[in-house]
Structures are given as structure tokens and as C-alpha cells.
């Protein structure tokens, strides 16, 4: 039976229901020492001392860092303008000054609280807006002579700029019927997995560094390293634990530089793993957007035009900030056919927690954008939000917001999917609505490789540089084996993300790991399959175009009695040429654009892109605002479902943190300082919050993906808080603008006053 | 608590108590917490640490057949009591029907929070073989999950329900008596 398509459960869910998993935080060595970061109390100061002495002198305590210990070396992704310690002055109020490494955690803390450190309060600037300002003190005063990327249109505190112009928007404004204006905020949501960063790192010989992480992009880290500690990549390797969850929070460096440095100076393996505050004040939580919107339509309904501004607030270091306006350019152009585009998104330098790559990294903000205006254009123009979208989405052989040509777009059967299914035209009970969105995601490349090979008794290791964070997304990857080699997916073992021992992978990341290793395992697969075939050739003295592989065995076809088992097979392989072993590696073709209506671009198309809508049903309690979502509805195209029992619990996930990004999640900031320090202060969905989620899968096959699959991970988060937003207009007739749409927006919106 | 000379001093408590059916005597430091003991001196890290004021569960496990944050229980105190880890929760060869529940249903994701799950949802069974969905949401309300929004776990914790109720041998904690 084809392993492809099948619900099989995840072939490692066993050491993850036993409590068997070593995630980051378990893993432990002789000798080990512990590490905690001293943080900054102040958004923006200058330092005048760090006084160490009391902590050097404490028992225990076996090493201290400060900036003056560390190779002065700046790193970052695309902007040169990070340390591993603040230099002179710190710029968020959580930003590491110093660590400590000591024989106990407990040590360790009490040391931390020890090292006195004084500093000289500087203005912050806080809002985006302000910083955008042409007398905004400079987050980076020196951000002319920083290194960076040459795409990078930045100036003053922008650290990251893309626009897209196409045809001629200020004359389709001019001539159009009507005109409208709209203004979104959303505050920003912390990825908020349960297990915090965490990475041990152990020096062997003096000149090698071996850092077990729970982090996504093993090798990404490994290069950071490199730069960090000055020595050669080659001679750090990084092993990924079990992964406590990621959502795009574990991308970059966490503790794993400040544990090496920490194990350098110690001469002892060294673990770090943050606390809860640590995430809080210091993790890459998603960015906090100011949007302005400006629609042009014709009275029947079709848009004519659509400009976008777009800021978003990068916070105090520029980390994926510099790439991601190109994002979100696609995200606020839509997946709507609008001839007339200029859309314009900074990411803007402020004293605070440096904001990234969450899930979907600025989709929820600019589809809560986009999609509710879409809503409240087509209220004032008097028609159906849904009628309103089929008049205007993308249909297959139309072009993206860019240029790029599209294939099997599925858009209008996902819209109508959704419809159907939570009953669209079917007026609500009083007091509940229905809403809809949709929208569009990529299916990121970047290089991926595996190694394969086929054991004595037949079974087969896969060996992939991608680390598996949770999602499942590796048993897709070996099922896809599988069907290369007519094996059942169970005989093989994965072994992942080890970059002495596995391939390069661009990542866990982006929605890419099934699509971008399943295509590296088809063509390792086919070459281990010829090996394979043509021992057994020799064995069966046969032609090799005449054998077939059938469960386990190699036969010749039509004649079933004809035939040697793999293990067979393997062990002759073994005598005769060293065994079965084989490569494979992809990268995805390039999505053709038109490279004249983007600027300051890092992503100016969405690879095989996939199409979704959602619909809700809430209730509003009209005395105190609560909203409760009865029902919810996904209709997401996945190319080819390679695992539906998977992808499923994708959607099912992601649709739950949309809801808490939509209704209440918040990481607010007040003179500087986040507001959330814990789990005890930043709401989080549990169970009575998550609605039933009914998924539609759709299956449009594109033309690079595994069978046909398109990526699935990410796009779930987008839509929903959109998709609440609209449904809450239809049952309570208000519109709120800003994220989250708390209890109390929805209160002052009907026009109640608080009585406390 | 401490002496003036520093941390490494720490007052201790001998405490005896039972693990997985297993009998355990340690002194350990008046400070630490249960999930201290478990992970930090038995080596059972299948019991999670993660936020360490008993907001997300994730250090569930089972006292005297009560669900308890473990990281909320002083070590000194279950001297004389009876704890479940999840490395107790499976019979010898196999897996618990809540376990085999949660891989089928693919309830676990990145598994941080299953633990706790599967003690919480355990110690629901235990007192109530066929559950209403308002009584697992209820039981459950303290175990955070990130991943999965929660439906696949419903639908697990219910089909293990019936799992338990066709196979009540399946149920049994530990396999050997002896242990105790």
C-alpha cells in the first residue's frame, strides 16, 4: 500500500508519549556546570560599571562573563549589529550584560544577583512612529558603519524596507468610484513554548565545541558560532534535542553562544537553559504592526487599486527584521487580482526585545489587515464580504502580486468549501455571526540533503540535517521514502539534525520540512532504489528493467516466485561493493517575478504557494464582551496530503493560537518594559478555549512539491484572527481595528462604560 | 535556611517515599520541589520543567492518584506518599491505552506537555471510565499545550476511555507488586 496519503501516526510518538525524549532542558553531563544570564533592567542606558568581584569570590562559581571577556565581534542575519554582551550601553531592557557559570543553578542565580551593574538612564523610544522621526535618537547611532547585506534599504532606525509598485495607483486613486482608508494595530504575541531555549556546551581537546540546543536551524547556528567564538565552523558541531516546541522562536542564537563562552572559560561543559522571564523580556516574539490601508473599488465591487504602509516594530536589533517587510508586502497585496499596487512595509529600530519570526512571521498581522478592511469595504458598498472576495481573488494563470504566474490556484473552491461548511447565508441565532477570510502562504525553499542507507536486515535510516520540532513533519519526509522504496515507513529510522552527521537543511522552518526533505528522499531513494535493483540483477541473473520492487522484496514482474528480499539483497551489497548507501539533494526551482516592481526585496514571491480560507461562528456576550467561537471552519489547500492525520493537527494547532492571538494574547510594553514576565501573565489558550475546528483539505497539486504537496505549518495561524474579526461585526455589528480584540474593546464598542 | 557561607550548605531533609512502585530514601535539600527530586535526583525527566509556578502543568504527576504540579510541591513533603511519573504510567511491555490513545489521535506534537497530559487525563479515568467532554476540559484546564489545540486530545482521552473500559487489565500502573 502507498505510505503517501496515509494517517499513519508519527514513527517517533513513542519517546514522546513514554516521557523518553531528551529535550534540551534534560540533557545533563559529568561535570557539568550551570549557567544564567545577567539582563538589563533598562530599556536604554548607558553603563558606567559592572562590578563582578563579589560573584568571582562566591563558592562555586566557576566563571564570569562581561562584554570585556568575549572576542568584540558583531554578528547578525542580515545587519551586523549584535554582541553577545551589551558594550557600553544597553538597548532593551532584558538585553544579557554578563553570565555566570557555577557548580548549581542555585549558585548560579545567586551569583547573577549579585554582579552590580550601574548605569546612566538614557531616553527609549518605545513607539515606532516616533523612532520613524527625523529627530528620533538613534537606536544604533553607528548604523551607517554597520556591516550589512547590500539588499537592505535601511537608514536611521529602519532596518529593512521592500515595496512593490505596479501599474499607475495614483490615477486609478483619482479615477475611482470609491476610495477607503483604514488603520490597523496589533500588539505583539510571544510563540510562548512551553519548553524554554536551552543548549549545553562542551569544549573537547580545547579548539572543538560540541552544543547540544533544542534549536530549528542547527546549522544556522553553527555558522553564528563560528563567527562569535572565531574558529572554524568545521570544528563546532551542533545536535539538536528534542525541541519543546518552537514556532519560529528558536531560530536564531539563544543561549547556545553565551554556554560555549561560558564552557570556554570554564573549562567545563556548561548548560544553560533561560527561565521563563528570560523568554518574556529577551525571545523573538512577533512584531507589533501599525498598518494604514488605502482600497480603491468600482461600484460593482472590483478593486481597482490598493496602497499599504506598513511599520513594523523591529525592537533594538535587527534579526530576521530586514527580510521580512518583503513578506509582508505579499500578505497586504493579497490574493486578490488588483491591478494598481503600492505597498510599502519598514521595519523600524525601537528599545525593546528584538521581534521575529513567530509562525507565519507577519501574516496574522497584515491578513487582519487586509481581511477585515475587505469586510468592511464591502459593508459600505453594500455587498456579501464573500460575494465581494469571489469578485476579486486570484484565479488559476493570474499572476501574484509581483508577477509571478500562478498554477492550480484553489482559492475560489477553498472560499466555497468554507462557505458551505459553517453554513454562510443561514442567518445566526441573536447575538452570533458568521465571518469569513482568506489568504495566501509560501512554501519556503532552501537547500535540503539526506543520507540513506539500507541495513543487513533491510530496514532503512534516514539521515536529514532538518530538525523535527514537533510538527511530524520528518514521518511525511520518510513516508515519501517509503513509497521509493516500496517499504512500510515503520522499517525506517530517522536520524535528524546533527551537522557532523547529517546533511546540510536550510531548516525547520517556514513550512518547508516535508515538502523540501521529501523531495531530497525521492531522489536518494530512487538512487538507492537502482543500487538495490541492480545487485538483485546479479542475484536473480535478470535485467534489471525487468524487476519490480514488491514489499520487501525485489522481483522480476509477472513472475512473483522470482524473487530476493532486501535484506538478502543488502547483505550481498555489503560482500560485493561496501553496501547500500545513497544521497539526495534538493533545492527548489526559483518562482519567476517581475523584478521591476519590487525594491529592498528578500522574498518577492511565495514558492508554490497555498491558498486557504476560514470561516467562524461566535457568540458575543453583549454585557461583558466575551466572545465565544462555537464552531470553526479551514479550507487549505495542501497540494497532496501526504499525512492528513498530520496536517490536520497543523491546522487544528495553528487555528488555536490564531484564536488567542485574535482575542487576547498580548506582550505589551509600558516606559520600556514588557508587561508579561510568565505564563501567570501572558493568557494562553487552554482547553476550554479552543473551538471545534472542522479541516477541509484540498488537494491542487503544485508542480515542484513531493506528489504534489504544497507547505502546511504555518498558514493556519494567518486567517483566524481576521476571520473573528469579521464574524464578530456580524453578530455585535462593531469593528474592532486593533489586536487583540479583548473583552474590553468589544465593551467599549457597544457603548458600555466600565462600572469599577 | 542557609549558612552564611554560601549556597553549597543547604539544610536537608531525609524523605522516603514511593516512585513508580518503587520505595526511595534520599536526603535532599529542604528547598527543592518534587519536580526537583524526580528530575534532578532520580533522573525521571519525562516529568517537564517549564514554567515553575504551576500555570502550565507540564510537571504533572500523580500524588497518592491526585494530579499535582510538581513543581508547586516542597520535596520534604511527600515523605510517606505514593507518586506516578509518566515512566510509570505504561504496563511492562507496552503502552498505556492513553498513550497508545495519543499516538493514534497524534495528540502529542513536540510532546513537552504530554506528560502532563496523560498523568491529568490518567487520574480523570481512574475516578470516571466514561468521561462527558465538559469533564475532561475540567480536567485538563491546567495542562497548557501549544501545539495542538487541544482536539486531538479530547478525542484521545476519549477513545482511551473505551480502550479502559473493553480492556481493564490494560489499566494496571506497574506491573509488579513486588516492588513496593
Known amino acids: ?756 | 535556611m542557609t549558612t552564611a557561607g554560601g549556597l553549597g550548605d543547604e539544610m536537608t531533609v531525609a524523605v522516603a517515599l514511593t516512585v513508580n512502585g518503587m520505595r526511595r530514601e534520599m536526603r535532599i535539600p529542604v528547598t527543592h520541589t518534587l519536580l526537583d527530586l524526580l528530575r534532578a535526583r532520580l533522573g525521571l525527566t519525562g516529568t517537564k520543567e517549564s514554567c515553575l509556578e504551576g500555570c502550565c502543568g507540564a510537571c504533572t504527576v500523580l500524588l497518592d492518584n491526585r494530579p499535582v504540579m510538581s513543581c508547586l510541591v516542597l520535596g520534604a513533603s511527600v515523605d510517606g506518599h505514593d507518586v506516578v511519573t509518566i515512566e510509570g504510567v505504561a504496563p511492562k511491555d507496552g503502552l498505556h491505552p492513553l498513550q497508545q490513545a495519543f499516538l493514534t489521535h497524534a495528540a502529542a506534537q513536540c510532546g513537552y506537555c504530554t506528560s502532563g497530559m496523560i498523568l491529568s487525563a490518567k487520574a480523570l479515568l481512574d475516578r470516571t471510565p466514561a468521561p462527558s467532554d465538559q469533564e475532561i476540559r475540567r480536567a485538563l484546564h491546567g495542562n497548557l499545550c501549544r501545539c495542538t489545540g487541544y482536539n486531538a486530545i479530547i478525542e484521545a482521552v476519549k477513545h482511551a476511555a473505551r480502550l479502559m473500559r473493553e480492556r481493564p487489565a490494560a489499566t494496571s500502573q506497574y506491573p509488579a507488586e513486588s516492588h513496593r
Open chain 1, 1 to 756: 500500500m502507498r505510505a503517501v496519503g496515509q494517517s499513519l501516526p508519527r514513527l517517533d510518538g513513542f519517546s514522546r508519549v513514554t516521557g523518553r525524549l531528551v529535550y534540551g532542558s534534560d540533557i545533563a553531563v559529568p561535570g557539568m556546570l550551570h549557567g544564567v544570564v545577567v539582563r538589563s533592567v533598562h530599556p536604554h542606558a548607558r553603563i558606567l560599571q559592572i562590578d563582578t568581584r563579589e560573584t568571582a569570590g562566591m563558592s562555586g562559581v566557576v566563571a564570569v562573563l562581561t562584554a570585556n571577556d568575549v572576542p568584540a565581534r558583531r554578528f547578525g542575519g542580515m545587519v551586523k549589529d549584535e554582541t553577545v554582551f551589551a558594550v557600553d550601553r544597553v538597548r532593551f531592557a532584558g538585553q544579557p550584560v554578563a553570565a555566570v557559570a557555577a557548580i548549581s543553578r542555585e549558585i548560579a542565580e545567586e551569583a547573577a544577583r549579585r554582579i552590580e551593574v550601574r548605569y546612566d538612564p538614557l531616553p527609549a523610544v518605545e513607539d515606532p512612529l516616533v523612532a520613524l522621526r527625523d529627530d528620533a535618537p538613534l537606536v544604533h547611532e553607528d548604523w551607517a558603519s554597520l556591516a550589512a547585506h547590500p539588499n537592505v534599504q535601511r537608514r536611521g532606525n529602519v532596518c529593512g524596507m521592500a515595496t512593490i509598485v505596479r501599474g499607475d495607483p495614483e490615477r486609478a486613486f483619482r479615477e475611482a468610484d470609491e476610495v477607503y482608508e483604514d488603520r490597523f494595530t496589533t500588539a505583539s504575541v510571544h510563540q510562548a513554548y512551553l519548553e524554554p531555549r536551552a543548549a549545553l556546551a562542551q569544549w573537547d581537546g580545547g579548539d572543538r565545541l560540541t552544543v547540544h540546543a533544542n534549536t530549528q536551524l542547527p546549522f544556522a547556528i553553527q555558522e553564528a558560532l563560528a563567527e562569535i567564538l572565531d574558529i572554524p565552523a568545521g570544528r563546532i558541531r551542533v545536535v539538536v534535542t528534542g525541541i519543546g516546541g518552537g514556532f519560529g522562536g528558536k531560530l536564531r542564537l539563544g543561549v547556545e553562544h553565551i554556554a560555549a563562552l561560558l564552557a570556554r572559560r570554564a573549562g567545563r561543559p556548561v548548560r544553560v537553559v533561560l527561565d521563563m522571564a528570560g523568554e518574556f523580556w529577551a525571545g523573538s516574539p512577533r512584531h507589533p504592526a501599525i498598518i494604514t490601508l488605502r482600497t480603491a473599488v468600482r461600484r460593482d465591487g472590483t478593486i481597482v487599486a490598493k496602497t499599504a504602509d506598513a511599520v513594523l516594530d523591529a525592537g533594538a536589533f535587527s534579526g530576521a527584521s530586514p527580510v521580512l517587510p518583503s513578506v509582508a508586502t505579499l500578505v497586504l497585496a493579497g490574493p486578490y487580482r488588483i491591478p494598481h499596487l503600492h505597498i510599502e512595509v519598514r521595519a523600524v529600530y525601537t528599545h525593546k526585545q528584538n521581534f521575529g519570526s513567530y509562525r507565519a512571521p507577519t501574516g496574522p498581522q497584515c491578513a487582519f489587515a487586509s481581511e477585515s478592511q475587505m469586510d468592511m469595504i464591502a459593508r459600505r458598498i453594500g455587498l456579501d464580504p464573500f460575494e465581494f472576495r469571489l469578485r476579486n481573488i486570484l484565479r488559476d494563470g493570474d499572476e501574484g502580486p509581483t508577477g509571478q504566474p500562478l498554477r492550480g490556484v484553489a482559492l475560489e473552491t477553498a472560499l466555497r468549501r468554507a462557505a458551505a461548511a459553517i453554513g454562510w447565508g443561514a442567518r445566526s441565532a441573536p447575538g452570533r455571526g458568521k465571518g469569513i477570510a482568506c489568504g495566501w502562504w509560501t512554501t519556503t525553499a532552501g537547500p535540503s540533503g539526506v543520507y540513506v542507507k539500507m541495513h543487513p536486515d533491510g530496514s532503512v535510516t534516514l539521515a536529514t540535517g532538518c530538525a523535527e520540532i514537533g510538527t511530524g513533519a520528518l514521518t511525511g519526509a520518510a513516508q515519501v521514502l517509503a513509497d521509493e522504496l516500496a517499504l512500510d515507513p515503520r522499517d525506517i529510522t530517522i536520524t535528524s539534525a546533527d551537522t557532523l552527521t547529517t546533511p546540510y537543511d536550510y531548516g525547520a522552518q517556514g513550512s518547508r520540512s516535508t515538502f523540501n526533505v521529501g523531495n531530497a528522499c525521492r531522489r536518494a531513494g530512487a538512487e538507492l532504489r537502482r543500487q538495490l535493483v541492480a545487485v538483485a540483477a546479479e542475484m536473480l541473473e535478470a535485467n534489471a528493467s525487468d524487476l519490480e520492487l514488491q514489499d520487501g522484496y525485489v522481483a522480476v514482474r509477472g513472475v512473483p516466485a522470482r524473487r530476493v528480499s532486501y535484506a538478502d539483497v543488502s547483505q550481498t551489497a555489503l560482500g560485493r561493493g561496501g553496501g547500500l548507501l545513497a544521497s539526495g539533494t534538493y533545492v527548489a526551482p526559483p518562482t519567476p517575478y517581475d523584478a521591476g516592481c519590487v525594491s529592498g526585496h528578500f522574498y518577492p514571491a511565495f514558492h508554490s504557494p497555498s491558498f486557504h480560507a476560514h470561516a467562524a461562528e461566535v457568540e458575543v456576550d453583549s454585557e461583558t464582551g466575551h466572545v465565544r467561537i462555537l464552531r470553526y471552519v479551514v479550507a487549505q489547500d495542501v497540494g497532496l496530503a501526504i499525512n492528513p492525520l498530520l496536517i490536520r493537527g497543523q491546522i487544528e494547532g495553528g487555528v488555536v493560537q490564531g484564536v488567542g492571538q485574535a482575542l487576547f494574547e498580548q506582550l505589551p510594553y509600558e516606559g520600556g518594559q514588557p508587561q508579561a514576565h510568565s505564563f501567570s501573565d501572558y493568557p494562553l489558550p487552554r482547553i476550554e478555549d479552543a473551538p471545534p475546528v472542522e479541516s477541509i483539505l484540498l488537494e491542487s497539486p503544485s508542480t515542484a512539491g513531493p506528489h504534489g504537496a504544497r507547505g502546511v505549518g504555518e498558514p493556519p495561524v494567518i486567517e483566524p484572527p481576521a476571520a473573528v474579526a469579521n464574524a464578530l461585526e456580524d453578530a455585535a455589528g462593531v469593528r474592532v481595528t486593533s489586536l487583540p480584540i479583548t473583552e474590553e474593546k468589544i465593551f467599549r464598542a457597544l457603548g458600555g462604560r466600565p462600572t469599577v
